[in-house]
C-alpha cells in the first residue's frame, strides 16, 4: 500500500479546476450528474482510506480488539503501517460519521415536519401556505408523503400570473428530477472530505439553473423566468434545509438570470476535448477520480488479502 493509501484524501483537489468551469460550459444536467458523481466517488475513497489507516495503524498496538495474528512480525513487514495516522484516523472518522448521520437526520426531519405542518391543507400539488413570509420550495415526498410545491401568499402576491406559472414550472423540475438527491449526495460528500466543498457549492448552483433551463422551456419566455427568479431573490429567503431546492436558493442569482438572458444552452454536448480549458479540467478530475478509486481498492484488496491470511478461521 505505502504512501498510495493516502491519495485519496487530497486528490479531490484535482476536481476543483472543473467544479466552475462544468458551470460555464456544460449543460446544467451534465454538469449536475458529473460533479455529484466525482463528489460521491472520491468522498466514499476518502472514508475508505481512513478506514485502512485506522486498521493498519492501530493493529500493532497493545490492547487493540484485533486478531493476534493481524500484529504477527511478519504481517508487520508487509504492511506498511502508522500509528500516528492511524491513531488520528480514529477522531477523524468518527467525526466523518458523526457529521453525516447529523445532516441526514437534520435533513429527514425538516421533511418530516414540513410534511406534517402541510397535513391539514388539501392533498394537492402545490401547497400556499398565508404567510407573510415570501418564500418557496420543492418538498420531495417520502413516508407515505407525496411530492409538494410549497409556496406563500406573500410571494405570490408579488408575482404576476407568468411569473407564477415559471414558479410552479421552476419547483415541478426539482421534483421531476429529484435534485435533493444530488444536493444530499454533495452536501454528505463535502462532509466526508472538506476539499469537496467547491463541488457542493457547484452543484447547489447548477441543480437551480438545470430547474431553470426546464422552466424557460416549460413556460416558452426565458425573461420570465429571469424576472421570477429576480423577485423571489429580492423577497430574501430560500429554503429550510441546504439539501432542498428553491427558486431563490442562495447563490449566484445575477448569474442564473444572466445565462437566461442568453439563447439557451445545448441540451446535449459531447465530452470536452482535452485541448480546452474545461477539457483539461473535465480530464483531470476524472483521472484523479479513477486513480482515487483504483487506490483506495488495492490498498483495501492487499490489506484484506494479507490481513485475512495471519488470521486463522
Known sequence: MGVFVFLPLVLPLTAWPIARLAEQHLHPRAATRLLTAVAGVMALCSTVCLGLLMVVGTAQLPGNPLPDGWSDPEVRAAVPYDEVAGRAAIPALLLVA??????????????????????????????????????????????????????????????????????????????????????????????????????????????????????????GDRRVVARAIGKAALAGHGTPVPTLAALAAAGPVPRRVEALLRPAPAAHRAWPSVFTAVGVAAWTAAAGTAVSAMSSANSAVTMVLILHAATPL
Request: aromatic letters at 6%.
Open 98 to 219: 458523526a457529521v453525516c448521520a447529523r445532516t441526514l437526520w437534520r435533513h429527514r426531519r425538516v421533511r418530516r415536519r414540513a410534511h406534517r405542518a402541510l397535513a391539514r391543507l388539501p392533498g394537492t400539488e402545490v401547497a400556499v401556505l398565508p404567510d407573510p413570509t415570501p418564500y418557496a420550495y420543492a418538498l420531495p415526498g417520502g413516508g407515505g408523503g407525496r411530492d409538494r410545491i410549497v409556496v406563500t401568499t406573500a410571494l405570490l402576491a408579488g408575482l404576476r400570473p407568468a411569473e407564477r406559472r415559471a414558479l410552479f414550472a421552476h419547483e415541478r423540475a426539482h421534483l421531476t428530477a429529484r435534485h435533493h438527491r444530488f444536493l444530499l449526495v454533495t452536501r454528505l460528500a463535502a462532509r466526508a472530505n472538506p476539499f469537496l466543498r467547491p463541488l457542493g457549492t457547484a452543484v447547489a448552483y447548477t441543480t437551480e439553473r438545470w430547474a431553470d433551463e426546464d422552466a424557460a422551456r416549460a413556460v
